[in-house]
């Protein structure tokens, strides 16, 4: 069945640090492919997105490009800061907007 | 996007009690709902999908009867957890699905507690 595998947590950064959450995916067909934040005591935003392969999907200095050859969607951050420090989820949407998700990423940030 | 409201954030319950979960979408009316489980340490998995004006279809594995799901406008989805168990004790969130295949719109999510 489809699945998301994601870069186990937790991961503790200090600030201006290179940040990557890989994430790897299994799917029958052609995904959309998600990463999603969640800031405490908050529901998921959605972060970033790309539909098919080689997008490159960004925001607030993240980016994460489509790999269809490799099966993955890896996170980067050039230089992260305390404010990133959240729970990051990779997920994959293949049919009917239902999504399935990796297990989570914490990340915090340390100044 | 859609603004999606889940209430409550938090709740704590008794063993055999039933705790019922909503889900407003705030601004855009859905005839469709997704209702998510996360239990601890694990990812994110789709219960069941709530369908406004019928009956709700469910992933394999989850008990209808104890998550009972009702749609009864499009701006408002509901899950009541019954007779409500510790091992049910888990983050529970609802989501709205945008406009094609690229979008979804999620709730704060509900930390459901049996005690």
């Known amino acids: 069945g489809d699945s998301v595998t994601q870069m186990e947590g937790p991961v503790t950064l200090s600030e201006e640090a290179f940040l990557t959450i890989n994430c790897t995916y299994t799917?029958?067909?052609?995904?959309?492919l998600f990463w999603y934040v969640q800031y405490p005591g908050e529901g998921l935003q959605l972060l970033l997105k790309?539909?098919?392969?080689?997008d490159k999907g960004s925001n607030k200095g993240f980016e994460a490009t489509y790999r269809k050859e490799t099966t993955s969607f890896h996170l980067e951050k050039g230089s992260v800061q305390v404010s990133d420090s959240a729970v990051y989820f990779c997920?994959?949407?293949?049919?009917?907007?239902?999504?399935?998700f990796g297990q989570g990423t914490r990340l915090t940030i340390n100044p | 996007g859609a603004v999606v409201s889940q209430h409550p954030s938090r709740v704590i319950c008794k063993s055999g009690t039933s705790v019922k979960i909503e889900c407003r979408s705030l601004?855009?009316?859905?005839?469709?709902m997704f209702w998510y489980r996360q239990f601890p340490k694990q990812s994110l998995m789709l219960m069941a999908t709530?369908?406004?004006?019928?009956?709700?279809?469910?992933e394999q594995g989850v008990e209808k009867d104890k998550f009972l799901i009702n749609h009864a406008s499009l701006t408002l989805s509901t899950l009541t957890v019954t007779s409500a168990h510790p091992e049910d004790s888990s983050f529970y969130i609802c989501?709205?699905?945008?406009?094609?295949?690229?979008?979804?719109?999620f709730g704060q999510g509900t930390r459901l507690t049996v005690v």
């Open positions: 989501s709205v699905p945008g406009q094609g295949d690229t979008e979804a719109f």
């Open positions: 799917a029958t067909g052609y995904p959309s």
């Open positions: 790309a539909t098919k392969a080689d």
């Open positions: 997920a994959l949407m293949l049919r009917a907007q239902k999504l399935v």
């Open positions: 601004d855009f009316q859905a005839t469709t």
């Open positions: 709530s369908n406004e004006g019928s009956k709700a279809t469910y």
